[in-house]
């Protein structure tokens, strides 16, 4: 697992939100609304009850007006099927992935999740929508540090197929991906010991093909995060550039803050308060002290600011819901 690193000085200062009666609206924006939403988590570290099993990683099914797609596929082989079948949720209906970024505890799942699943659905796991930058090559002194790479060649020869994306991308209505995030923010948690290959050269990885999916919803905006290694500030930042003005009404997933420091978690609260969010499902590296940290800056409860478990589900019309562990 990679290491990751805070910057310990952070800007005092910071724009307000985007005036929506002045400011054009954007395709985003002016698209449809998501009426009925239910996230389940398939993959983080712990568990809430007695159903399923944890591990460092992560993975969302978002079912979302009848459209069902997955989020990221856990680290081991088998933890997602495993999970699934234990919570009673079928997956071989679900085309496409969405894949945040290029960590194994992020894909993998997804050579497991295609292959077994496409014995009952040939369509099962078929599309893969990933951010430029995922195929980057990650050099180390004696192996490609990039799994991405490998996998490409193994799930394209089952017949799958990648969509990637440099840009904001409608999955279905109501649903987009960000592709890659503008660092604003100097919110460094990513390992300075990686290098990655690009087109400009070898560079610090700062993983730059990080991506989070946003759900236009009737009570506001879901956030989707793997790791959230553009850092939840800059990825809240962006989706106000497509969606202006319109509150938080969730954030699901990994945050990457669980090294960080009381300046920073004070900080990353103190922002989160100007989006207006309403909800935080902690998951995988968002760490458990960070989530409590989160909640009493952001002025959320013991309901809207928890810590995920395998199973946790998030719905409009009845918030968090998760195992007795995690209340």
């Not at 290029?102 to 990933?130: F, M, W, Y």
């Not at 793997?226 to 850092?231: L, M, S």
């Not at 003005?245 to 997933?253: A, K, L, N, S």
């Amino acid at each position: 697992m990679l290491a990751a690193v805070v910057v310990l000085s952070l800007p005092v200062v910071s724009p307000q939100l985007s005036n929506a009666q002045t400011a054009p609206a954007s395709a985003a924006e002016t698209a449809k609304q998501i009426h009925s939403l239910k996230i389940t988590l398939l993959s983080t570290m712990l568990v809430g009850d007695t159903t399923g099993i944890g591990e460092w990683g992560f993975s969302a099914l978002v079912e979302a007006d009848g459209h069902r797609i997955l989020v990221d596929t856990g680290n081991h082989p088998e933890t997602v099927l495993q999970n699934a079948r234990d919570l009673k949720i079928e997956l071989s209906d679900v085309r496409d992935v969405i894949l945040t970024h290029n960590h194994g505890d992020h894909v993998g799942g997804l050579l497991a999740l295609r292959r077994e699943l496409t014995k009952q659905n040939p369509d099962a796991i078929s599309v893969v929508h990933v951010s430029k930058g995922i195929f980057y090559s990650r050099p180390l002194p004696d192996r490609e540090g990039n799994r991405m790479i490998a996998i490409r060649k193994d799930y394209e020869a089952t017949g799958g197929k990648f969509a990637e994306h440099d840009g904001w991308a409608e999955i279905f209505p109501g649903a987009w991906i960000t592709g890659p995030v503008p660092r604003k923010y100097p919110e460094r948690n990513w390992s300075v010991a990686i290098k990655v290959q690009t087109p400009d050269g070898l560079v610090e990885d700062t993983i730059p093909e990080d991506q989070s999916l946003v759900l236009n919803t009737t009570q506001g905006l879901v956030v989707i995060t793997g790791c959230g290694h553009a850092g939840i500030i800059n990825i809240l930042t962006d989706a106000n550039e497509e969606f202006h003005d319109h509150p938080v009404y969730g954030i699901i997933g990994g945050l990457h803050l669980y090294p960080a420091t009381d300046e920073q978690l004070d900080w990353t609260g103190d922002k989160m308060k100007e989006f207006h969010v309403s909800n935080l499902l902690g998951a995988h590296c968002t760490g458990i002290e960070a989530v409590y940290r989160l909640r009493d800056r952001v002025g959320l409860t013991r309901k809207s600011a928890v810590v995920a478990t395998v199973g946790s589900t998030f719905t409009l019309a009845d918030g968090i819901v998760t195992g007795p562990l995690a209340k």
